[in-house]
């Protein structure tokens, strides 16, 4: 797919296809198909559900590659030195890490198990950013051994832990906390001065100098002010503030590109985040700019199926599916809001509250639904769960964590396997 077809596809994202105005919400290329099932990258997602059982993650590839592709066309026709790198925390599984390998996307790792995971992904060391606001020395002398193209020092005493590795020369980007504040949910914002990410402001110019006294090359500074970040004026502040610290060849801005979660969001293009990121950074500096769940949120539906409905009258009607906060802890986290179909009925009818299987009263994925009807044994649809909720996944009532599978072009490719219950006891001793 060409650059610019593919910004199309984004615009328009399925929408014709899907009833509800939920287009933009599921995966590009979803539709229902004659038998009004949805499809997911052209396979039916109830024989999906019959040929890998439920609860699943089941991405659309081509998505994912189309949105990498846009994102990346959208920097590099304005600036063609820019790089998005991929955020691997969104969805740290080795194939999306060697799908967005292959698509040229460089790669952000927070830890020393995302670095493991990148390069078995197919990455480059060259191509890696080392995040983390109190990596450990074994997760630097890791970083340093396999010679990553760029660590982003978070503080003082990481400065002073990599001069004690003796790594002269190493590449670094400084992360500093810029005080820019998007209007984003408390847990997901980082960047105001009160964080325990970056360096704070008023001490860059320090952080700076004994960096390059521990013989660091301070390729630029860095900064990461928040996720779902849908109004863009905060990038031109960020902007500003980054490339004031000091003459350096890259700015890097993190990520924080909204998604839709529900019908009623329409986040902006590439495109937009490009113009307000690039809007206040002197062109002769490099950008840099690490989206995570835009490149994979929208790609995926998880697939549950439907066990129990009970209805309390004259209060509510509970809808039990056969997952819930093991394997997506956002409604939980975030009050995230999601989107929910039954995959061969669409439809409203039926007001009700979404709940999983676990031991608690708040493992609600979505409290305030309309199925149209719902039965034991349909087959219910939550998209936009692509992003964090296989990176999120745990064990909670020693359920096994669910399978991923690829789908394309009506194939569908299991890439993690369902947890089994001999893994549940593999790490007893
Ligand atoms: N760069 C850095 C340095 C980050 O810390 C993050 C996210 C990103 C990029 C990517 O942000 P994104 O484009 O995905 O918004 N578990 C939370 C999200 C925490 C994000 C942490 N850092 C959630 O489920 O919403």
Request: charged fraction near 15%.
């Given at each position: 797919m060409a650059a610019g077809d593919s910004q199309g596809a984004l615009a328009d994202?399925?929408?014709?296809?899907?009833?509800?105005?939920l287009g933009h919400v599921f995966?590009?290329?979803s539709r229902l198909n004659e038998a009004g099932r949805l499809e997911i990258g052209g396979c039916d997602s109830l024989e999906l559900a019959r040929e890998f059982g439920t609860p699943a993650y089941f991405y659309a590839e081509d998505d994912m590659r189309a949105r990498a592709r846009a994102t990346v066309a959208a920097f590099r026709e304005r600036a063609s030195g820019s790089e998005v790198v991929y955020a691997s925390k969104a969805f740290p599984c080795t194939a999306a890490l060697a799908l967005f390998a292959e698509e040229g996307l460089l790669c952000d790792v927070a830890s020393g198990g995302e670095l493991h995971l990148a390069l078995r992904g197919g990455?480059?060391?060259?191509?890696l950013y080392m995040h983390g606001n109190n990596k450990t020395v074994a997760e630097l002398r890791q970083a340093l051994d396999a010679e990553v193209g760029c660590i982003v020092v978070d503080s003082f005493d990481e400065i002073a832990r990599l001069a004690d590795l003796t790594a002269d020369g190493q590449r670094v980007l400084i992360r500093v906390a810029p005080g820019v504040e998007p209007d984003t949910h408390a847990k997901i914002a980082?960047?105001?001065?009160?964080?325990?990410?970056?360096?704070?402001l008023a001490h860059a110019a320090r952080a700076i100098e004994a960096a390059e006294g521990a013989g660091l090359m301070v390729l630029g500074m860095h900064a990461h002010i928040g996720s779902?970040?849908?109004?863009?004026e905060v990038y031109e502040t960020l902007g500003e503030v980054l490339s004031g610290l000091?003459?350096?060849p890259v700015v890097s801005m993190g990520g924080g590109f909204a998604v839709a979660y529900t019908r009623d969001q329409r986040p902006p293009p590439p495109s937009a985040y490009a113009e307000a990121m690039l809007?206040?950074?002197?062109?002769d500096r490099q950008l840099l700019c690490e989206p995570g769940r835009?490149?994979?949120?929208?790609?995926c539906v998880t697939l549950y199926t439907v066990g129990t409905v009970k209805e309390i009258p004259g209060v509510r009607t509970y809808v039990a599916v056969d997952g819930g906060m093991s394997d997506n802890i956002r409604p939980m986290l975030y009050d995230a809001a999601y989107e929910a179909q039954i995959a061969d009925r669409f439809g409203e009818s039926t007001p009700c509250r979404i709940v999983g299987m676990?031991?608690?009263?708040?493992?609600?994925?979505?409290p305030d639904a309309a199925l149209a009807d719902p039965r034991p044994g349909d087959v219910l649809a939550v998209p936009a769960?692509?992003?964090y909720g296989h990176a999120m996944a745990n064990n909670y009532n020693a359920v096994p964590r669910p399978p991923v599978v690829f789908c394309r072009a009506g194939d569908a490719r299991l890439v993690v396997r369902r947890e089994t219950y001999d893994d549940l006891t593999a790490r007893d001793v």
């Open positions: 994202a399925g929408a014709a296809d899907l009833p509800g105005g995966p590009l290329g990455y480059g060391a060259e191509s980082t960047g105001q001065e009160d964080s325990k990410f970056g360096v704070p779902q970040v849908f109004d863009l000091g003459k350096f809007s206040a950074v002197p062109n835009s490149l994979v949120a929208n790609a676990h031991c608690e009263s708040g493992d609600v994925l979505v769960t692509g992003a």
